[in-house]
């Protein structure tokens, strides 16, 4: 891309299923877990494990951390994991609900200079007056983050990122990419929240205090994952997926 920022009762079945899910982990050393109460709910609570290598157990680091999603919950959206059979609702643009399934995680960003944040463990972009989220579904540039001085512009709508205070910081959340179907739904990030009762347009956001935290524990080179569930899908999915037992 030119000039684009780059960002169950399973006993029968049960190795074939861990087989099948223990690849879609490979690789992977950190998750931070999101569930929620329903698809419909826009409060929720994130967690943290780390493991040491793909042949090693999950283990809890912390959490629950208080988060809002979407002012209409979830819908699954497009990511790294398995479709199930009896998916329902999908992630729509403009539909105002927070992507469910497995992603994986793009760059953090922020107000604040390359040098000022090179502590993080991860990759980060300073936002300037030209950087915009495209959400219009007939640009070629659709659910990507472009300069807009560096590129021709062809979108009728988009956020001017460095203009919206709840993305002082923030990361990007790698759904529907990085080959977008038109309409899935864009622009999908962590950041600040408004208040712990205020959902989202589909984002999901915590306190500053606890996305600078979670952010400093990130490590790139640990390939951190996002899961984001409802808490009776996450259970139903845990041995399909592979997914560690929540602590409570």
């Not at 927070?98 to 953090?108: C, K, T, V, Y």
């Not at 990507?144 to 001017?160: A, F, G, Q, T």
């Not at 606890?210 to 041995?239: A, G, I, R, T």
């Amino acid at each position: 891309m030119h000039k684009l920022i780059r960002l169950f009762f399973c006993l029968p079945i049960i190795a074939a299923c861990f087989c099948h899910a223990q690849d879609m982990w490979n690789g992977h050393q950190q998750l931070l877990i999101v569930t929620t109460g329903d698809w419909q709910d826009k409060q929720g609570a994130l967690v943290k494990y780390e493991r040491i290598g793909d042949d090693s157990p999950w283990v809890f680091i912390e959490g629950p951390i208080p988060v809002v999603l979407g002012k209409s919950g979830l819908a699954w959206g497009i990511g790294l994991h398995p479709m199930p059979s009896n998916a329902n609702p999908y992630k729509m643009e403009g539909d105002q609900k927070s992507p469910a399934g497995i992603f994986p995680l793009g760059s953090a960003f922020g107000f604040a200079s390359e040098d000022q944040m090179g502590h993080l463990e991860i990759d980060y972009f300073q936002l300037n007056v030209n950087t915009e989220a495209v959400d219009d579904l007939l640009s070629q540039h659709y659910n990507m983050i472009v300069k807009s001085n560096e590129v021709i512009p062809d979108w009728h709508s988009s956020e001017r990122m460095l203009f919206e205070p709840l993305y002082e910081i923030g990361m990007v959340i790698n759904h529907n990419f990085p080959n977008p179907k038109k309409g899935a739904g864009s622009a999908i990030f962590f950041h600040i929240w408004r208040s712990e009762h205020s959902g989202t347009a589909g984002c999901t956001a915590m306190s500053q205090e606890n996305l600078v935290s979670m952010l400093s524990w990130l490590n790139k080179d640990k390939n951190p994952l996002l899961v984001q569930l409802p808490v009776h899908e996450y259970d139903e999915l845990m041995c399909e997926w592979d997914l560690p037992k929540l602590e409570k």
